[in-house]
């Protein structure tokens, strides 16, 4: 699995023209989930990314995690993150995960992150939706998060 976080102000997803979802202060996670992924790969996933030290203490160094700043987080599913670009000018997809699967473990990798900062703190996208995501990064600071199998 691949989590692609940006620090964010804000952040909203919209589908179809109506807000679905927003944040404030936060991060934003691009999820993706590759042919072999598992249950663990999410559960190690979602510990990481809440421990991710990307905001900064009064000091001014990146020392702090979401949950030290009382951050939220918005998971949107990206498949795209496996696109592979090393032939042609077309990405090949063929090490995502098929929908089924992939949506199994986006809902792990949801629900491990709901039990680290609370359900109250955590939105999402919608599996498979055509979405509008509108965000302010905050820095801007993004990192790039792999699971142990990847």
Same mark, same amino acid.
């Given at each position: 699995m691949k989590a692609l976080i940006q620090r964010v102000r804000r952040c909203s997803v919209t589908? /179809? /023209?109506v807000e679905h979802s927003s944040i404030g202060q936060g991060m934003l996670i691009l999820l993706g989930v590759k042919q072999d992924d598992k249950e663990e790969d999410s559960? %190690? +996933?979602a510990e990481r990314c809440?421990? +991710?030290r990307i905001f900064e203490d009064p000091q /001014?160094?990146?020392? +702090?995690s *979401?949950?030290?700043v009382a951050g939220a987080a918005m998971i949107v599913s990206q498949f795209t993150l496996y696109g592979d670009t090393t032939r042609?000018?077309?990405? !090949? %997809?063929?090490?995502?995960? $098929? $929908?089924? !699967?992939?949506e199994r473990l986006y809902e792990?990798? *949801?629900?491990h992150l709901r039990s680290l900062l609370g359900n109250e703190k955590v939105a999402t996208g919608v599996f498979r939706a055509m979405m509008d995501v509108e965000l302010i990064n905050d820095g801007p600071v993004t990192v790039m998060v792999e699971s142990k199998s990847t």
């Open positions: 589908i /179809g /023209g559960s %190690y +996933l809440a421990a +991710l /001014g160094k990146m020392n +702090l *979401v949950r030290d042609g000018n077309r990405p !090949s %997809y063929s090490t995502a995960a $098929p $929908p089924d !699967s992939a792990s990798f *949801v629900s």
